[in-house]
């Protein structure tokens, strides 16, 4: 292809393709060349043989639109409605009938006309076996064809058009209708002696009067987001119909892909026609064949738009602008297709229709994504590592599935740092070996970043945290016969020896919780004391530390004491992701210089999962 280089007139591309990129150059080759270029993509094909994240995000990024036509008739329509949408003020009505074999006429379509100047009707079916011509009626019941003066036709292998300039026989406003029927031998309406089922569509274009148009934004949508498919009716003036009403069929999947093909595994790449097939598609097309049935079906949801502040993101006042904010209703992943049906005025009522596509990929939710780690041999500088494999899902529990590497990137978390790539394992699962900085007490993480989205952070969710609780208790109670002591006179002291028996350094975070502080009982119920000290420490392997009541006395009051310091007592509480050796010795004796005591307790961890 040839692209221009940007000029003062502004150009535009019109892309029609499955989005599979089978031979070079790939988008992101040439993508520096459409600087200056809008670009709208027709995205033609089914979910097993479509791309709609690339074609939507490469007309968003260049300021066009995507639409998604699923069969060949999708394809005429859509071209319809666009030179409808383009060059006149869109569309009365769009909808598809199927017209069974040797039956000469549809069913009539009514609609609406209230002070246009033209109408065009636009017929396209989906076999170039069959012929069809378009006739229409006018309020007063004359029947209009293509050999009524004035009116222009044409007809081609699967379309036809007849262009109606008004007013017509002094006809103009109010109910007309169109119809299809099959031309014949021996006359404009004589049935042919056989001919073949059709599957068709009517247009209905018309020319002057209001605009309708669809509010457009710069967003990628992912599964959980709130969209809110707003449209706008305008006259040239800037002003608006009178009357206006509107609603929007919304077309859907109700099945992701993702979760398909996490169930089925992903398959190898496949050919057809000698175009290279991404393995994907390769795989649904597979299922599909064996099946003998689409993977994703589409279903209709018909919803009224409002044009209150609530409907249209803030307007204050009632005008001709309508929407509605649809939470929770981006639910699966795929092509959703917009359908606005808008109709205004009150003694003359008029109508307008407009289509677009939108393609919803799988939002990425921490708290529904799944992680575990398997450890493997620490850094040279003595960081811990792990692999992470990780199910990526979304909010509702689908899941993104396999093969999208290219639909996400794995990024740095305080603390944690990917050191290879991504691996997919073929079954909605993926793989990065991720290691932590040395003394790092953050577990394991990654951050999952999707275009135009934040990064979520991915945790393991069997991450075991290790918690142990040493009481301690040190100084001298003095003797208190009237008073309420926390213990008997005597002098304490309180070792908390730490080992790390590991053969990996342990980061090690110590928090001391005073209840009693100099003799002051400053945590005696109803009273609570939080952590007092913070402290975080690194112990090589198969190392070991103690912390004592001097230790503890200068951690807690700021510098170790000179001399004897009355009672203090609380909870030294010791918090690795490491399993570790704790051992507290407890040593008392009586003020007047009995023998000593002393206790040895191991102290158990409390096992946490993250």
Same mark, same amino acid.
């Given at each position: ?9 502004? &150009?535009?591309?019109?892309? %029609? ?8 150059? %790939?988008?992101?080759?040439? !993508? ?12 033609? $094909? ?9 074609? /939507? ?22 071209? /319809? ?34 002070? !246009? ?56 406003? #109010? ?54 498919? %707003? ?6 003036? =800037? ?7 509107? +609603?929007? *069929? ?14 089925? =595994?992903?398959?190898?790449? $496949? ?16 299922? !599909? ?6 993977? @994703? ?19 204050? !006042?009632?005008?001709?602008?309508? #929407? &509605?904010?649809? @939470? ?33 990929? @799988? $939002? ?75 003394? /790092?007490?953050?577990?394991?993480? *990654? ?62 975070? &110590? ?7 100099? #003799? ?48 203090? *007592? ?35 961890? +409390?096992?946490?999962?993250?």
């Amino acid at each position: 292809m040839q692209l221009a280089p940007p000029s003062a007139n502004p &150009k535009a591309i019109l892309l %029609m393709t499955d989005g599979l990129e089978n031979t070079p150059p %790939m988008v992101a080759d040439i !993508e520096g060349a459409l600087t200056g270029l809008t670009v709208h993509a027709i995205g033609f $094909g089914t979910e097993s043989s479509l791309n709609g994240a690339l074609l /939507s995000a490469l007309a968003l990024s260049h300021g066009g639109l995507y639409t998604r036509a699923g069969v060949g008739l999708s394809l005429e329509k859509f071209y /319809s409605a666009a030179f409808g949408n383009i060059f006149e003020t869109g569309v009365l009505m769009d909808p598809e009938f199927d017209l069974p074999a040797n039956q000469q006429a549809g069913t009539p379509v009514p609609f609406r006309v209230c002070g !246009e100047n033209g109408i065009t009707a636009v017929a396209g079916w989906d076999n170039t076996q069959g012929e069809l011509l378009l006739r229409a009626t006018t309020p007063g019941g004359a029947v209009i064809t293509g050999f009524t003066a004035t009116v222009e036709t044409a007809t081609g292998r699967t379309w036809t058009f007849l262009r109606i300039p008004l007013p017509i026989g002094g006809e103009q406003d #109010g109910l007309w209708s169109v119809n299809v029927v099959r031309p014949g031998g021996t006359g404009e309406l004589a049935a042919a002696p056989t001919s073949p089922a059709l599957r068709y569509f009517i247009n209905v274009i018309p020319t002057g009067g209001p605009r309708i148009s669809r509010f457009r934004n710069n967003t990628l949508y992912y599964t959980g987001d709130t969209i809110n498919p %707003m449209i706008i009716v305008r006259n040239d003036d =800037g002003g608006w119909p009178d009357g206006m009403q509107a +609603k929007m *069929i919304i077309t859907h999947p109700d099945a992701g892909v993702g979760n398909i093909l996490s169930k089925s =595994g992903l398959g190898p790449a $496949g050919v057809t026609n000698a175009d290279a097939i991404p393995s994907r598609q390769a795989t649904l097309q597979g299922i !599909e064949q064996s099946t003998g049935k689409p993977v @994703v079906n589409y279903v209709d949801t018909t919803i009224v738009l409002g044009n209150d502040s609530d409907s249209t993101s803030g307007a204050f !006042e009632p005008t001709a602008t309508f #929407g &509605k904010p649809l @939470v929770d209703f981006l639910t699966v992943e795929g092509n959703y297709t917009f359908h606005a049906i808008a109709t205004y005025g009150d003694d003359c009522t008029g109508m307008r229709e407009l289509s677009w596509s939108v393609h919803v990929d @799988v $939002g990425i939710d921490p708290g529904k994504t799944t992680v575990t780690t398997t450890d493997l041999p620490p850094r040279p500088d003595g960081g811990a590592c792990y692999r992470l494999t990780f199910t990526p899902r979304d909010k509702y529990g689908n899941l993104l599935g396999p093969g999208r590497t290219d639909g996400f990137t794995v990024v740095s978390q305080p603390g944690s740092t990917p050191s290879g790539p991504v691996t997919d394992l073929g079954n909605g699962s993926y793989q990065v070996d991720v290691c932590t900085d040395p003394g /790092s007490l953050n577990p394991p993480q *990654i951050g999952i970043v999707q275009p135009g989205r934040e990064p979520v952070v991915i945790v393991p969710i069997d991450f075991k945290l290790f918690l142990y609780s040493v009481k301690f208790i040190c100084g001298e109670q003095k003797d208190d016969c009237c008073g309420c002591a926390p213990a008997r006179p005597g002098r304490y002291a309180t070792g908390s020896n730490i080992h790390n028996y590991q053969s990996r350094e342990a980061a090690v975070l &110590k928090r001391a919780i005073p209840l009693v502080l100099a #003799g002051a009982a400053i945590g005696r119920e109803p009273n609570f004391k939080g952590p007092a000290t913070l402290e975080t420490i690194r112990i090589p392997a198969h190392n070991a530390t103690m912390d004592d009541c001097c230790r503890l006395q200068q951690l807690l009051f700021g510098a170790a004491p000179a001399g004897p310091v009355p009672l203090t *007592i609380g909870i030294l509480e010791i918090v690795s992701f490491v399993d570790l050796a704790v051992t507290a010795v407890y040593t008392a004796s009586d003020c007047n210089g009995g023998a000593p005591s002393i206790d040895v307790q191991q102290i158990e961890g +409390k096992l946490f999962t993250i």
